[in-house]
């Protein structure tokens, strides 16, 4: 009896075209790694491999390659010890596949807890507590992006994420004044996410205008890799600066204590199929704590299969400020599962189940 690694491929169809200021997604491909033992199959650990066009270092032609021939090497070594075959694939080197590291690391936790998609026990997998989130508001024209804000001010969402940069600047800023005008600073906390843009030479002009509204923060003002531009952005911007794409590619320790210590940002964000896993976010978060960096936890377009394990993950810390984890709702054909919404709030509802038969 050995364990076996296989994939499979589930192309996940968008319901609208997703706008960033980076372009247009209609599908996403997720890559589910199932580790299990050959003689019992019953019991397998899940994993979502999800690299994002334009995004993720390790979205290439031959990533899929890079899974089959992970997986045909991984099951010739024919362990039949799970402690054995954890240790194999904890030892192997995929800096340059960030998202596949996430995978395999989710799938040796579900399997080590039976295989029932139950990553870490926590009051929110016991259906105890939910994790406060927020609201995601798309770019699309002014109509599109207005019909997103008014639903999710009626589902009861008291933080709203709005991805700015690709419309034109004062329109944008009409419907930030619309907002609020619908809800108040005390009522409502709003996010900005630029995507990086915002050139060096405009951005605080247009921070110090966007921060007539009472913004939480704003994500990547500029583009990333630019460390002097930004450290004058962080210490002089009057609205609280996110890292997002910044933390993309930076793996080594060193490195990411030289980019904390000389930008000195507000918040970062953590996106685990981005940086590596759960564990190398941890690491993140550690080294932003010790220097008074406030961070929060993003999902990254992922199915529900991901969306699962990083909201499991982020339910082990306490006195949350809202999570980006509402994006499961964003696809024709995710994976039913129990995860659900409520007035602002992703809860793990344990009486509806996982579905069972996935196929692309």
């Given at each position: 009896?050995?364990?076996?690694?296989?994939?499979?491929?589930?192309?996940?169809?968008?319901?609208?075209?997703?706008?960033?200021?980076?372009?247009?997604?209609?599908s996403h491909t997720a890559y589910y790694m199932k580790?299990?033992?050959?003689?019992?199959?019953?019991?397998?650990?899940?994993?979502?491999?999800?690299?994002?066009?334009?995004?993720?270092?390790?979205?290439?032609?031959?990533?899929?390659?890079?899974?089959?021939?992970?997986?045909?090497?991984?099951?010739?070594?024919?362990?039949?010890?799970?402690?054995?075959?954890?240790?194999?694939?904890?030892?192997?080197?995929?800096?340059?596949?960030?998202?596949?590291?996430?995978?395999?690391?989710?799938?040796?936790?579900?399997?080590?807890?039976?295989?029932r998609k139950i990553i870490f026990d926590t009051d929110?997998?016991?259906?105890?507590?939910?994790?406060?989130?927020?609201?995601?508001?798309?770019?699309?024209?002014?109509?599109?992006?207005?019909?997103?804000?008014?639903?999710?001010?009626?589902?009861?969402?008291?933080?709203?994420?709005?991805?700015?940069?690709?419309?034109?600047?004062?329109?944008?800023?009409?419907?930030?004044?619309?907002?609020?005008?619908?809800?108040?600073?005390?009522?409502?906390?709003?996010?900005?996410?630029?995507?990086?843009?915002?050139?060096?030479?405009?951005?605080?002009?247009?921070?110090?205008?966007?921060?007539?509204?009472?913004?939480?923060?704003?994500?990547?003002?500029?583009?990333?890799?630019?460390?002097?531009?930004?450290?004058?952005?962080?210490?002089?911007?009057?609205?609280?600066?996110?890292?997002?794409?910044?933390?993309?590619?930076?793996?080594?320790?060193?490195?990411?204590?030289?980019?904390?210590?000389?930008?000195?940002?507000?918040?970062?964000?953590?996106?685990?199929?981005?940086?590596?896993?759960?564990?190398?976010?941890?690491?993140?978060?550690?080294?932003?704590?010790?220097?008074?960096?406030?961070?929060?936890?993003?999902?990254?377009?992922?199915?529900?299969?991901?969306?699962?394990?990083?909201?499991?993950?982020?339910?082990?810390?306490?006195?949350?400020?809202?999570?980006?984890?509402?994006?499961?709702?964003?696809?024709?054909?995710?994976?039913?599962?129990?995860?659900?919404?409520?007035?602002?709030?992703?809860?793990?509802?344990?009486?509806?189940?996982?579905?069972?038969?996935?196929?692309?």
């Open positions: 009896m050995a364990f076996q690694l296989l994939f499979s491929r589930h192309n996940l169809q968008f319901k609208f075209d997703a706008r960033t200021s980076r372009g247009s997604l209609t580790l299990s033992e050959t003689k019992n199959p019953e019991i397998t650990g899940w994993g979502e491999a999800a690299p994002l066009e334009g995004l993720s270092v390790d979205f290439r032609p031959d990533f899929e390659a890079k899974v089959e021939a992970f997986c045909q090497t991984f099951n010739a070594q024919k362990h039949s010890v799970f402690s054995d075959a954890e240790s194999w694939i904890r030892e192997q080197e995929l800096q340059e596949l960030p998202a596949l590291k996430f995978a395999l690391e989710t799938a040796l936790f579900d399997y080590k807890n039976g295989g929110f997998t016991r259906d105890e507590a939910g994790i406060p989130i927020n609201g995601l508001v798309w770019m699309g024209d002014e109509k599109f992006m207005q019909q997103q804000i008014n639903q999710k001010l009626e589902q009861g969402y008291t933080c709203l994420k709005l991805k700015i940069g690709g419309l034109d600047f004062e329109t944008e800023l009409k419907m930030l004044a619309s907002v609020r005008e619908m809800a108040s600073p005390e009522k409502l906390q709003i996010r900005l996410d630029a995507n990086g843009a915002f050139s060096p030479k405009e951005a605080l002009e247009k921070l110090g205008r966007l921060s007539e509204f009472s913004i939480h923060s704003l994500e990547q003002p500029i583009k990333p890799n630019q460390y002097a531009a930004m450290q004058k952005i962080c210490a002089e911007s009057p609205v609280p600066i996110a890292l997002d794409e910044e933390l993309i590619g930076v793996m080594e320790p060193a490195a990411q204590e030289k980019m904390l210590d000389q930008i000195r940002p507000q918040f970062i964000i953590l996106k685990p199929t981005l940086v590596g896993g759960l564990e190398a976010s941890k690491k993140w978060i550690d080294l932003a704590e010790k220097r008074n960096i406030g961070w929060w936890i993003t999902s990254a377009l992922e199915s529900n299969i991901g969306l699962n394990a990083i909201a499991q993950f982020t339910s082990t810390f306490s006195d949350l400020i809202p999570q980006g984890l509402g994006t499961g709702q964003l696809y024709h054909n995710n994976i039913a599962s129990p995860l659900l919404i409520e007035k602002g709030y992703l809860f793990y509802r344990k009486n509806l189940g996982w579905q069972t038969e996935i196929s692309d």
